[in-house]
């Protein structure tokens, strides 16, 4: 049995109690002000006994809102301390402190080796000590926002961060992130239909979770891929689920799940990502004005933000009703009016931080499901199935933006189905000759 436990919800309720402890605090001050009043003092001489009273219920509720308040104040400071603790137990990796340290340690026959830098480093554990720091790299990641601000060389990034929003200049020099971007390698975009039909193709996905399983799928494929499944309702409409893969390599590809390409996805809200949805939904004959679900993780998810706020795609070439994104930096993109983003964020997981933002801004339609699960590995905190995990666990949560969410994308789930996979390349003269298998390995 899995326990998961949100610490955010247990920092907020010691919140919640210290504020409350203040209040308190400051209702006993009333009361001591209160029983100096000069009118109590003046009406002493006349009626002792009831100004007697009058000062002891005074003090005795006071002494009562002091010690709940008290007990508030411990409570809250408590809670921290429980957290603080399990946090850590969590983030220790499962290593013996002898695989940290050289051997000495262990060994006073051992001793010289302390003179012997070389015969120290030889006992080191390189592999222990890459663990010790990859799972630490979650604790970071939590707080990656606060620590640029305070950290980063260029004033002006350490100004947006300050200002919570969107990071306009690099941390480094303090240029033009989307002037940047600009300069990376960008294509037309093209796509071409694959031979393969996933397992699931005739099947709508029946819950939001499997929606997300499936992209996590489509990123095993030897190819970079997209999805297109058509869903008709038994009152015979047709709508369209898009699944968008994450990146696929840190460097420039031939394809457009890359780094280069997200990080134009990102700064300038358009890439050959985006292009080849549009080339797809054109080559599948989806119609103007269709009503769309784009789903994506990572790379697949800031597009699909970038559609969703672009006004020739929603609302020009389809209607886009709602995204669900996850692992993905955009809390700085705002979906136009009539969509509705779902946004699963690990905390744990560096790239949702990657926008310099701790969350969508006041007034923000996006709504965020944001938990803590380091998993001691960079790559697991931000492995699609993680998020699938914890979005099963939202199957039975009361929240109502989730139930809305929920219920509105139900006519995406039922009906016949099927599904096209799409091979992606940056540039049309980058795809082979023929259509063949984009899932072999």
């Not at 037309?188 to 819950?207: E, L, N, S």
């Not at 996805?265 to 103007?288: F, I, K, N, W």
């Not at 969509?339 to 690990?346: A, Q």
């Not at 995406?412 to 980058?430: H, K, M, N, Q, W």
Request: aromatic residues 6%; hydrophobic residues 45%; contains cysteine.
């Amino acid at each position: 049995m899995r326990i998961q436990v949100d610490y955010d919800e247990m920092r907020r309720l010691a919140a919640v109690w210290s504020t409350a402890a203040w209040s308190l605090g400051e209702q006993v001050v009333g009361l001591a002000v209160t029983a100096a009043d000069p009118a109590i003092v003046a009406a002493a001489p006349f009626d002792p006994w009831g100004a007697a009273r009058v000062e002891a219920t005074l003090t005795r509720a006071g002494g009562r809102l002091a010690r709940l308040a008290a007990t508030l104040t411990a409570d809250a400071a408590a809670l921290r301390a429980v957290v603080a603790r399990e946090e850590l137990a969590d983030f220790l990796p499962d290593i013996e402190l002898r695989d940290l340290l050289p051997s000495y340690f262990f060994d006073p026959r051992a001793i010289w080796h302390r003179i012997d830098p070389r015969a120290i480093w030889r006992r080191v554990n390189p592999h222990a000590i890459g663990r010790a720091v990859e799972a630490r790299v979650g604790i970071v990641a939590a707080h990656l926002e606060d620590v640029l601000g305070l950290v980063a060389p260029s004033a002006r990034f350490r100004t947006d961060i300050s200002a919570r929003r969107p990071a306009r200049v690099d941390p480094i020099f303090g240029l033009p992130l989307r002037s940047e971007a600009k300069l990376l390698p960008d294509g037309p975009g093209a796509v071409q239909r694959c031979v393969d039909v996933p397992p699931w193709g005739a099947t709508p996905p029946a819950t939001p979770a499997e929606m997300l399983r499936r992209v996590g799928e489509l990123e095993g494929y030897s190819d970079a891929v997209l999805a297109v499944q058509r869903v008709r309702s038994p009152d015979g409409a047709a709508r369209y689920v898009v699944y968008l893969p994450g990146m696929r390599a840190f460097g420039p590809t031939p394809t457009p799940q890359d780094l280069p390409d997200a990080v134009r996805s990102l700064e300038t809200g358009s890439s050959s990502y985006t292009r080849c949805v549009v080339q797809a939904l054109d080559r599948l004959g989806v119609p103007q004005g269709a009503p769309v679900l784009l789903v994506g993780h990572s790379e697949g998810g800031i597009v699909a933000a970038d559609l969703a706020a672009d006004r020739r795609f929603n609302g020009g070439r389809v209607r886009v009703t709602h995204v669900l994104a996850a692992g993905s930096p955009i809390s700085g993109t705002s979906a136009l009016a009539g969509t509705t983003v779902f946004s699963v964020e690990n905390d744990a997981d560096v790239v949702v931080h990657l926008d310099g933002l701790q969350g969508p801004g006041p007034g923000s339609a996006q709504v965020v499901y944001r938990y803590f699960d380091n998993e001691r590995s960079v790559v697991r905190n931000h492995e699609v199935a993680g998020y699938v995990r914890h979005l099963e666990g939202l199957a039975d949560s009361p929240n109502p933006r989730w139930r809305r969410f929920v219920a509105e994308t139900a006519p995406y789930r039922f009906g016949e189905s099927e599904t096209i996979v799409f091979r992606l390349r940056d540039d049309p003269s980058a795809l082979p000759s023929s259509t063949g298998s984009c899932a072999s390995r």
